[in-house]
Every structure is written in C-alpha cells, then in structure tokens.
C-alpha cells in the first residue's frame, strides 16, 4: 500500500485543498476512499485586496457540486457587492461548519437569509459596518455555538427586534462576543437574552461617539451564564438582570456622571454579581462606581478572588472592600496605613505585580504584613530585577515582621 493511503483522513482533506477541480476529479478515479475525503475542502479563503472576486467565484463554482467546505474566511471590502450573496448561498449549502464575513457595508449591505437558517454553522462571525434590518420568521441555527458581532446595526421590524430573534434562533448557543454593537444610536431591545448562554463578552473600542441622553437601559436575562467580560458605559438603568450562574466577572465600566446618584443606577446589575467566585474590576472608573455605591452593595459570600487596578491612583477607593470576603487580591498608596479594616480581613493570597522595592513601598509592605492575621502567601513580581538586586528584594521583605506566621514568600522575576 502507497505511503499516501496511510495517511490520516484530516491530512488528506488538507491535501486535497490545494489540487484543482481536474486534479480532484482525477484523484477521486484512485481510491474510493479518497472519492469520499477529498470533495472536502477543509478552509476556503477570499480576501478582495488579494484576489478578484471573478477568481473567487471561479474558483467556488470550480468545486463538484457534492464538496464540502468546512470553514469560509470572506473579507469583501469593495463598494460593489454584486454577487457575494449568490457565493455565500453555494458555501451555505456545502455543509460549512464556521463563517467569518468581513463585510462593509456603507453601501447597504443586507446578508441573505439563508445564513440565519444553516443547520450546520457552529461558529458565526460578522461584521462590519452594515445592518441586519430583519430575521426571516423560519429563522433556525440548531447547531450554533459561537456567535461574534463586530461593529453592526440592529433595529426593529414589525414590532420584532432583529438582536432579539438572532438569539431566539440560536437554541444552543453558548458564547457571544459582542463589539461595539452601541446600544445608544440603534433602536433596538438593548437585552441580551438566552437560556444557553454560559460566555457573554461585550467591548466597545470606540468611546467618542457615546450619546447620554438614548444611553437608557440594558437589561441581561442569562441565567446559564458563568463568565462575563464587560467594558462599556453604564446606562441610566439595568432593568432587568439575571446572572444566577456567573462565576467569574471582568468589568470595565466608565459611569458617565459618577457622583450623580440621580443619574446612576446600576444596582440591578451589581445585585447580579452577588455570587461570583472571581471578580475583577479592571479600572480605576468601576471601582470608584463601588465606592459611591458601597452602601447598596450586595454580600460577596462566594468571593474568592478579587483583583484591582491601583497602579496609577490613590487607594481610598479600597475603603469598600471592608465588607467584602475574599481570598486573593492583586495590586499598593499614601493613604495604606489608614484603612483599620485590613485587622479583620480574611485575606489569604496577596499578589504584587509590580514591586521595586524602594524605601515607599518597603513601608507600605509592612503595614501590610503587620495587619493581615490569615495571610499564607505574598506573591511579589520584581519586573527587570536580576542577580543581586533580586536578592536584596528578598532579603527585605524575609526581615519584615508578619501579623500571620503561615505566612511565606513566592519571589517571581
């Protein structure tokens, strides 16, 4: 037997994706096996900066009509989308696992409906700059997972929010990666709603055309969702929010008038975060949206990991997380040797990811250490610090006195 024979199935579906469709039909003459491996064409590319579309579509229209493509990767950027459509129907109809469309659509561009009713696509990709007007009413996507929205417009038809029915037609799905899909300018539901959904990923890159007075309400009914990444401003109002399951949250809010309780109600949502187990509030903004808060602010019982981002401001914000259990924390201020609440608190991990050791810091390191009774673990990164001044870091930090005598010190350069 032909050392080719052996080879696995998934190498000969990659080798049959470079050969012609004459190479294809004359290979397919050879083994029955191969007839069967090689009608699929495991990635297909076009990028129209590289290739004409004319190619692109001789190229499709090549293929025998019972090839598969597994994975489409289209990036069409010219102001003529003429005949696009007619080629995604053909890769729809080929049994495709994974789309990715990078579309512009300044010119108007509308997806043909046929990508809302694939039985096969695991993994949705689309974007940028063209609006989905409506979802066709048979709208169905059984087998979708991942779902990537970068940069597009929803709105209304017929009373039906398009985002809305996206989501209702897609019974499985558990990932959603939404970028800057602005709640404010479009008219839509402003809900993310799915019974599934256990990832939710929402990023806006663009902070300059933020509009305050239709910024009103965002609501999250996602009862199955155990991780959230969310970077935006925050609306007037959360009116709905059910995160029962969340585990771990990374928030990166920017509340546009901080210090107006009138204003600022996300109270809905910090209710929600009530049984996380990590928590990260990635800026300075989010945290000082704690601290106005901290009366409101629901009991943490699950906590176990929170981390900050103190690098470049003063501490005070910190004062609000008294209250809170937890076990690990990331980040170090002037005002350090003011908060009297380190006594009681249950911290177990103290991790510094950036030390330098000077005269400031030794003295704020053993505030700490002399505070915190439950510590078990200083965890100290010295960036750039090598040989002997590695040393001395840590033959610094061995001398200061320790209000817990479990506690030990893990060094990383």
């Known amino acids: 037997m032909d050392r080719l024979s052996n080879l696995p199935d998934e190498i000969i579906c990659h080798i049959g994706s470079f050969l012609s469709a004459k190479e294809v039909a004359f290979t397919t003459v050879l083994s029955k096996r191969w007839q069967n491996l090689i009608t699929i064409v495991q990635v297909l590319r076009f990028d129209d900066s590289i ?41 729809l109809k080929r049994g495709v696992f994974y789309l990715n469309l990078s579309i512009n659509g300044k010119q108007g561009y509308s997806l043909p409906f046929e990508v809302f009713t694939c039985k096969t696509v695991v993994k949705l990709s689309l974007g940028f700059r063209f609006s989905i007007d409506m979802i066709p009413e048979n709208a169905l996507l059984p087998s979708l997972k991942t779902l990537s929205l970068n940069d597009l417009k929803f709105f209304e038809f017929g009373g039906n929010c398009a985002f809305q029915t996206l989501l209702a037609a897609c019974p499985v799905l558990e990932e959603l990666f939404l970028s800057d899909v602005n709640w404010e300018q479009w008219k839509w539901s402003r809900t993310v709603s799915s019974l599934s959904l256990k990832r939710l990923t929402i990023i806006r890159t663009k902070w300059d055309d933020y509009d305050n007075s239709a910024f009103k309400r965002i609501s999250f009914d996602t009862p199955g969702l155990v ?5 935006d401003y925050v609306p007037k109002e959360y009116r709905n929010v059910n995160l029962n399951s969340l585990v771990e949250a990374k928030i990166h809010l920017y509340p546009p008038n901080i210090w107006n309780p009138d204003y600022l109600y996300p ?71 003011e908060y009297s609440f380190l006594v009681s608190c249950p911290l177990e991990v103290l991790k510094i990811t950036e030390y330098s050791g000077n005269p400031e810091e030794l003295r704020q390191m053993e505030y700490i250490l002399g505070k915190l009774s439950c510590l078990e673990l200083v965890q100290v990164h010295f960036p750039m610090a090598t040989g002997g001044k590695k040393a001395k870091l840590e033959s610094d930090l061995q001398r200061l006195p320790r209000a817990s005598s479990k506690c030990k010190f893990n060094v990383v350069v």
């Open 227 to 231: 991780y959230l990444y969310y970077s």
């Open 51 to 91: 290739e004409s579309f004319k190619d692109f579509a001789d190229r499709l229209s090549s293929l025998p009509a019972t090839s598969r493509v597994r994975k489409l990767y289209l990036k069409w950027w010219s102001l003529e989308s003429a005949g696009i459509n007619n080629c995604l129907r053909d890769v």
């Open 267 to 337: 109270m809905n949502l910090l209710q929600g975060f009530k049984n996380v187990e990590i928590l990260n509030l990635h800026s300075y903004q989010t945290l000082m949206m704690f601290y106005v808060l901290r009366e409101a602010l629901p009991v943490f019982e699950k906590l176990s990991h929170l981390s900050v981002n103190l690098s470049r401001y003063c501490w005070f914000p910190i004062k609000v997380l008294g209250s809170l259990h937890f076990r690990k924390f990331n980040s170090l201020c002037h005002c350090v040797s």
